[in-house]
């Protein structure tokens, strides 16, 4: 009867011409609004596929269309109890003769528009397409185009079986049989406990013509073709069923897709795909397991063989996912983020890249980048249940290629985020990240060896501080592998600190706001370059250290805010996951995923960048609550208290991982409080850091030399307190960036008189420094007194080198750096009190302080004074008689000073003075530190 139907169409005089028009309206989805119409819904048929739906068509299918929402209409109401038939005639009825009074002509073969063959056979194509629609997803509603067949047909038996396949290809039928058995769930593969290669052919496929394939409802393939399917896997790609692989891809608007499947006996057989809905294509072929097997795809009559991401088992093993639920994956880089991996296969080796993201509370996932042309249903993700991970191998995705994940928040908003396990991104302001793969041969075995056979905290440590932005303008870090190891081997420098470089928008925040933690910034080149440039420290024998700011992160929407639509990184509760003063959020480090986001990305640095160090940044805001907020803006801790415990437990795990993973490294803290126990190992209840910064001793020398010397005698003790406390921790004297910026000046600024005796206060300030008890760092431009504060938009003003004064001074600093590590006195008993002794502490009328460092046999006798007048014959007691060299003479004209000296050395006579049965009398220079070490005593 259907071929009855279609043979009508064949005597028709004349057709209409084709238009783009809808091909599916419904009742409402038109409005007349005063002078025009309104369409408001354009989905069309969700079945057929789009390519189809936007070709040009018959005006007269909306007709068909319409008639068959009536029926709808009616046949709705039919279902709760009510007639509706004559209903339904009617409002047809009157449709039809509005229609064809507004066409001002009849049909297409001017008959009456009721009995038009053409529309009679359009709206029995509607029909058709609304038994197999409704069969899959609605089988309440069948009856209604069931009961349409039986009016548009009324002489045949309804039939809808699927039309037979032919000989030697396995081709299928997209709609299901809707008197056949439900659709029965796709098969999940297995999750191996290591990354798989692709599944290879073991038994023999067989291309058989009734193979059928695994039916899916349409909800489930709408689902993936919109890539909004948790569990892509799971449909998608080849599954086993009752003999039968069932294939499935998502090609959207292709022309044609076909399968190229291995037999065993090395022949590939193809295998046509029919189109199932909205660009879901499926084939079956017979066989015991899935074989191997490739997929050539037609686009604009242009063919390409491309492999299948959904055929991948998942690169996360069982031991992966526990140790993620645990928050204990120590090397959580190596699973999650962007990974380049090769695969053998039957019919080849497979190239591609692995992705897995963190996001627990998605409802979809999709990674988007250069391989897929950004677009996301393309790249949906599965879940791996509770762990929150979701994953896909996407093969020919490949390094250099940029990226960014799609995620679907509970709210239904769609996402883009960049990865926060990117080990590679674009260079800001773009923020994808950027699959990379790193193949540097490091040439520093024997310094990694030696670290790790060596007590970072006995040892010397002169540290520079840089921020490489505006170190040298637009320096690389390939550049920078030899201009700064060249000048830090001449100035002696023992280590150098980064400012941060993971990944950062703003280079206004010096590196301080970080959204890609695993990333080393593009602005000075690629990961391995940054390895590069710290494999040519260290082989020069100079220690990295890097500023790591675990405290906050900024509220950027593409980075680590609002992950995946909920509060993830940050704390939920603004009064502990917001930072008000610098407008960010607070990492919520009761977490666990979150407390192994952040100590794992501390292994990484020192173990995958060999970096010696780590500079925690902003420890303070971490350790209380209720830092730099008013009453009522925090909430305490369980005991009532304002501690932090989360934060307090993390940095102690943080700590106590970084020094078993990497030996010979060490942690220091930037904590400007007096909290108790920062350098106390962990296992006495401390924080576990080695270092601590001492921002006291910073402060009160700095508002000290701030000073007059005419009114320093009033301010003596601001310079002598921090002996107080000197062993309390292990501390860092810091000289750092946040004391020459932001109108703070630099410290050549910072000191009283003309232009000589600022100079002469910056020499005498950075020898006080290298003599007083504890490490030290000073801040890049400071060893050469720059007159301006640092900008870190500009680079620093290296022209002061060719003046004789500033050259002085950086002369100065590689003496003291010099001395400073030919003796252990000034450095093997820091932390310990009987490395120091006072010669005299109070000589505040006159600006003086004399004192002894001492380690073993090595002793130094350090004479400082601030006042601004050379003081003759002074006298201070020495341990021991016999000559005294003069191994350091802040004056001297080497340095720029006016050459008050002693003439390189003074003899100790038998003069108690200070202690000591011995003293020598010393002329010391104005703004200058004399420093005396006793020459060898023959036998």
């Known amino acids: 009867m259907i071929e009855a139907a279609l043979a009508q169409l064949e005597h028709l005089v004349s057709w209409p011409d084709l238009q783009r028009v809808h091909g599916d309206y419904h009742l409402g989805q038109v409005l007349h609004a005063g002078d025009r119409w309104l369409a408001i819904d354009f989905e069309g048929e969700p079945m057929r596929p789009l390519a189809e739906r936007s070709l040009p068509d018959l005006a007269l299918r909306d007709v068909a269309g319409m008639l068959r929402s009536f029926d709808y209409a009616g046949g709705s109401a039919e279902h709760a109890g009510t007639p509706a038939r004559d209903w339904v005639s009617a409002a047809s009825a009157a449709f039809l003769d509005g229609y064809s009074e507004a066409l001002a002509s009849g049909t297409v073969d001017g008959g009456s528009l009721a009995d038009d063959p053409l529309l009679r056979a359009l709206e029995l194509d509607k029909a058709l397409y609304e038994v197999v629609y409704e069969n899959r997803n609605r089988p309440d509603w069948l009856p209604i185009p069931l009961a349409a067949l039986d009016r548009l047909l ?15 290809t396995a081709v299928t039928t997209p709609h299901a049989d809707p008197t056949g058995p439900t659709p029965a769930e796709p098969t999940t593969p297995a999750t191996p406990t290591t990354p798989a290669a692709p599944t290879t052919p073991t038994a023999t496929p067989t291309a058989t013509p009734d193979a059928q394939p695994q039916p899916v409802d349409h909800a489930t393939v709408g ?30 608007l292709a022309q044609s897709v076909t399968y190229r499947v291995l037999r065993p006996t090395g022949d590939v057989v193809e295998v046509e795909a029919v189109h199932e809905v909205d660009g879901i294509w499926v084939a079956a072929l017979a066989a015991e397991e899935v074989p ?26 069982d031991v992966d996912r526990h140790l993620l639920g645990e928050g204990r994956h120590e090397r959580l880089w190596d699973v999650l983020g962007s990974h380049v991996r090769t695969f053998d296969s039957a019919l080849g080796q497979v190239h591609g890249t ?23 249903p393309a790249g949906a993700m599965r879940s791996l249940g509770s762990t929150g991970v979701w994953e896909v191998f996407v093969p020919d995705a490949g390094e250099g290629s940029r990226y960014k994940y799609q995620i679907r928040g509970a709210d239904g908003v769609w996402r883009d985020k960049a990865d926060p396990m990117a080990r590679a991104t674009e260079v800001p302001p773009s923020t994808a990240s950027v699959v990379t793969a790193s193949s540097y041969a490091w040439g520093d075995d024997a310094w990694m060896t030696a670290r790790a056979a060596t007590d970072p905290h006995s040892g010397p440590m002169s540290v520079y501080e840089l ?36 990944e950062h928008p703003f280079g206004g925040s010096w590196g301080y706001q970080v959204t890609s933690y695993y990333a080393p910034t593009a602005r000075f080149g690629s990961p391995d370059e940054l390895r590069h440039l710290i494999d040519r420290l260290h082989q020069a024998g100079i220690g990295v250290i890097m500023d790591w700011v675990p405290a906050h992160f900024p509220k950027d929407s593409w980075a680590l805010a609002s992950f995946d639509g909920t509060p993830l990184y940050e704390h939920p509760d603004p009064r502990r996951g917001e930072q008000k003063d610098w407008g960010t959020y607070v990492f919520n480090f009761g977490r666990t995923e979150v407390r192994n986001f952040l100590v794992a990305n501390a292994a990484y640095w020192l173990q995958e960048f060999h970096v010696d160090g780590l500079r925690v940044d902003a420890v303070a805001s971490m350790l209380y609550l209720d830092y730099s907020r008013e009453a009522g803006q925090w909430e305490p801790n369980v005991h009532g208290g304002r501690e932090n415990l989360e934060a307090i437990s993390l940095l102690q795990e943080a700590n106590a991982v970084a020094y078993r993973v990497a030996p010979g490294a060490v942690m220091i803290a930037e904590e400007s409080t007096s909290f108790p126990g920062v350098t106390t190992p962990t296992s006495a209840g401390g924080l576990g850091f080695g270092l601590k910064w001492n921002m006291g001793w910073m402060n009160d020398t ?36 946040d004391e020459v910026v932001h109108g703070k000046g630099s410290l050549y600024g910072k000191m ?18 290298w003599a007083h008890p504890g490490k030290q760092l000073l801040f890049m431009g400071q060893e050469f007194a720059q007159s301006a504060e640092w900008n870190e938009e500009r680079g620093l003003d290296w022209w002061h080198m060719d003046d004789p004064g500033h050259r002085g001074v950086a002369e100065l600093v590689r003496r003291l750096n010099e001395v400073y590590r030919d003796h252990p006195a000034l450095w093997g008993q820091d932390f310990s009190p009987a490395g120091f002794r006072w010669l005299d502490a109070n000589d505040g009328d006159r600006n003086v302080l004399a004192f002894q460092r001492t380690a073993g046999d090595d002793v130094v006798i350090v004479v400082q004074s601030f006042s601004g007048q050379t003081i003759e014959d002074y006298r201070v007691g020495l341990p021991g008689g016999g000559r005294w060299t003069e191994v350091l003479n802040t ?49």
């Not at 809808?160 to 032919?166: F, G, K, M, R, Y």
Request: glycine letters at 10%; zero cysteines; a negative charge.
């Open 292 to 317: 191997d097997y490739r997929i050539e795809v037609v686009y604009d009559g242009a063919a390409s063989v491309v492999d299948d991401p959904y055929r991948f088992l998942p690169t996360l093993g």
């Open 223 to 252: 689902a993936l073709a919109r890539g909004e399917h948790p569990l892509p896997h799971d449909v998608l790609g080849a599954h086993v069923t009752d003999g039968v692989v069932t294939f499935r891809t998502r090609r959207p």
């Open 354 to 376: 692995s992705f897995a993201v963190w996001a627990p509370n998605a409802g979809a996932v999709r990674v988007i980048g250069d391989f897929n042309g950004w677009d996301g």
């Open 467 to 502: 921020h490489l932005g505006s170190w040298k303008k637009d320096l690389t870090y390939l550049e920078a592998a030899d201009q700064l190891v060249e000048y830090l081997t001449w100035t002696g420098f023992t280590h150098v600190e980064l400012m941060p470089l993971a």
């Open 702 to 737: 700095l508002r000290y030399v701030h000073e007059d010397p005419i009114n320093r005698r009033y301010h003596h003790g601001e310079l002598t307190f921090s002996l107080v406390y000197a062993f309390s921790e292990q501390f860092l004297l810091p000289l750092s960036h």
């Open 752 to 769: 009283p008189g003309d232009h000589r005796e600022k100079l002469a206060g910056v020499r005498g300030l950075l020898a006080y420094q």
């Open 891 to 939: 004056d001297a004209d080497l340095y720029g000073g006016w050459g008050v000296g002693n003439l390189g050395s003074v003899e100790a006579v038998e003069h108690s003075h200070h202690g000591e049965a011995h003293s020598a009398t010393l002329r010391v220079p104005a703004f200058g530190a004399v420093w005396l070490v006793r020459e060898p005593v023959e036998d």
């Open 154 to 168: 009324p002489d045949v038996e309804v039939d809808v079986a699927p039309p037979a396949t032919t000989e030697g």
